[in-house]
């Protein structure tokens, strides 16, 4: 299987304040891929430096099999899509207008359209299920609407990787499930991999072909979501007693954390 | 109004000719209606048949209203135009031409020549455009510490020298004798009256071909519009395209306001009603921001001209009283 992504020794920091301390590991192509981890480890900025917005000064990335510093920014945009927590969305562009601006990595500069690229964005917004709001304004739909949206951009720029960070954060449960639906759908159909940033280690779970664990900018644990999901190592890194079990309806693990009143009932039993 | 057709060309086609009309018109206008005669078919004949026109009138509309209303269209096309980008480039919608001290800056350059008695072209222009480079310069370097152009520290800087500016203005105005006090409120206010073909030249040679380079750099704007980040991951160099763009408005809109003075408002309004009308892509707003800002200032000039019965009112209070309302109106029906 080849890498769609290696990180050798990467190291990352805010002036002195250091966020990512030598971490290497590799993403193998058109997997669905998780980076999990407690707020401020270095998730997102792992991202940002993926996606090219973040310039980083040690350590050695490969994307596709070159060196992210030899990409230009189009040509990395090509390659990358990349879709944060929200977007500006201040400007009020139409759904159609918005998915059709994830062409531009491969239009000249301004930007006009072919038919070609008016196909793939249809496609892309059939895809996502967003084809029937293409006129409206993507201030004036609902949060999973635009969620959805946001993802038939990337989608629409034609990306070898999908990078997300944290996309399903901000929405219910059902709608959580159905952008993760979406994502797994797309990783099955076109072969994209999928590299997403989150801190719900049961959705990610769920969905996970791999995941990496990480705390303070250093990989903690690496491989499948049964090998990184384990009390013993997730305790240590959140600090806080869980439960794991397997998830009945499937056969991912599951993670329950344990508040303090539910450990005086457990103990209460065994007591009497 | 809306627009299902999807080709961006032909939409850019047809908005810019629509416009085009327009401006023609209000050119037309401009040139036919005054304070020494009326009439648009003298100026039809004079355009347009062989007979040898009546050489006072071709003096008036050749020499007086001409350069005038080109003057007008050019500063119309600039204010508006700069307003667009200086939205874009700070992501926000209340930004202005003169947000970053180049109102203020210019001001202090012209009443210092004013005051100093130097002809009003170029010398009080070449003041005026010194005063607002040397503002910009101040906020580029207030604004930039590590995180250069960061849009907030620069809407702040501009705020605060604007502020400053205001008061060296006030005080300069408290020492000049009062037969000068005409002229600097006149400037302040926005004023095309002296208007001559020299300017007309220079501020054309000047400023055409900065909006050749805004709209080449348009859809960088329409990436810019969902961040810098988002648009830096797709491909655009967010250091190159807003530098670029914020030294080429700034300095178009300097040479203007060098020439003409302060005309309040329009870098704010027509914008805003371009974008409530046509939406947030810049492929369309840009040729429609130049053209309709030309043509609003063209009418606003008429107006200027025509509406006191003696003198004229200077243009920057007509482009004020006009825009307001019509951007609460716009404002609050594009709302609901």
């Known amino acids: 299987m080849k890498n769609a992504i290696a990180i050798h020794s990467l190291s990352y920091s805010y002036g002195n304040f250091s966020v990512l301390s030598a971490i290497s590991f590799k993403v193998e192509q058109g997997i669905f891929f998780t980076v999990i981890g407690p707020n401020g480890s270095g998730k997102s900025t792992l991202m940002k430096i993926l996606a090219g917005i973040l310039k980083f000064k040690k350590g050695k990335i490969s994307i596709a099999g070159k060196n992210l510093k030899k990409y230009s920014g189009r040509e990395l945009a090509r390659h990358v899509a990349y879709v944060p927590q929200t977007i500006s969305a201040e400007f009020p562009f139409t759904v159609e207008e918005f998915v059709l601006l994830g062409r531009s990595p491969h239009q000249g500069m301004l930007g006009i359209n072919s038919e070609e690229d008016h196909l793939i964005a249809d496609q892309a917004m059939d895809f996502t299920d967003t084809g029937t709001l293409s006129q409206k304004k993507i201030d004036r739909i609902s949060g999973g609407e635009r969620q959805r949206v946001f993802i038939a951009r990337a989608v629409c720029q034609q990306p070898e990787i999908m990078l997300l960070d944290e996309p399903a954060s901000s929405l219910d449960l059902a709608h959580q499930v159905k952008l993760m639906d979406l994502l797994e759908r797309l990783k099955n159909e076109t072969g994209i991999t999928i590299i997403m940033v989150s801190h719900d280690i049961n959705l990610a779970a769920m969905y996970s072909d791999a995941m990496i664990l990480i705390k303070n900018g250093s990989v903690i644990k690496q491989g499948t979501a049964a090998e990184v999901i384990k009390p013993s190592i997730l305790e240590d890194i959140f600090g806080c007693p869980f439960f794991v079990d397997t998830n009945p309806a499937g056969n991912s693990p599951r993670i329950s954390p344990i508040p303090a009143k539910f450990k005086l009932n457990r103990r209460a039993p065994h007591a009497s | ?336």
């Open chain 2, 1 to 336: 109004m809306t627009f299902p057709e999807r080709a961006i060309m032909s939409r850019i086609v047809r908005v810019s000719f629509i416009f085009a009309l327009i401006l023609a018109v209000s050119i037309f206008a401009g040139l036919a209606v005054g304070s020494s005669f009326n009439g648009l078919k003298i100026l039809w004949e004079m355009v347009f048949s062989a007979k040898k026109p009546d050489p006072i009138l071709s003096t008036i509309i050749w020499r007086i209203r001409f350069p005038r209303v080109l003057m007008a269209l050019m500063s119309g096309a600039v204010l508006s135009t700069g307003g667009l980008v200086f939205q874009a480039l700070l992501r926000n919608p209340l930004a202005e031409p003169y947000i970053l001290g180049i109102s203020g800056g210019s001001a202090i350059g012209a009443i210092a020549g004013i005051i100093l008695g130097i002809s009003r072209f170029p010398g009080v222009a070449a003041a005026a455009f010194a005063g607002s480079m040397a503002t910009l310069v101040i906020v580029v370097v207030m604004s930039s510490g590590k995180a250069s152009l960061t849009k907030d520290s620069m809407l702040l800087s501009g705020v605060v020298i604007n502020a400053f500016c205001s008061a060296i203005i006030m005080f300069l105005i408290s020492i000049t004798n009062s037969s000068q006090i005409h002229s600097i409120m006149f400037w302040l206010m926005g004023d095309l009256s002296s208007s001559d073909m020299n300017q007309v030249h220079f501020l054309a040679l000047s400023t055409i071909p900065c909006f050749f380079v805004i709209f080449l750099f348009s859809h960088s704007m329409n990436l810019l519009l969902m961040g810098k980040e988002m648009a830096h991951s797709m491909g655009v160099n967010i250091k190159f395209v807003t530098g670029i763009l914020l030294v080429i408005s700034s300095f178009m809109v300097s040479a203007t306001v060098a020439d003409c003075g302060l005309m309040g408002f329009v870098g704010l309004v027509v914008p805003h009603i371009m974008r409530l009308v046509f939406g947030p892509d810049h492929r369309i707003l840009v040729p429609a921001c130049i053209l309709g800002g030309g043509a609003y200032m063209v009418i606003c000039d008429l107006l200027a001209r025509c509406i006191p019965q003696q003198g004229e009112i200077p243009v920057g209070v007509i482009t004020a009283m006009i825009g307001a309302p019509l951007f609460i109106f716009l404002l609050k029906k594009g709302k609901t």
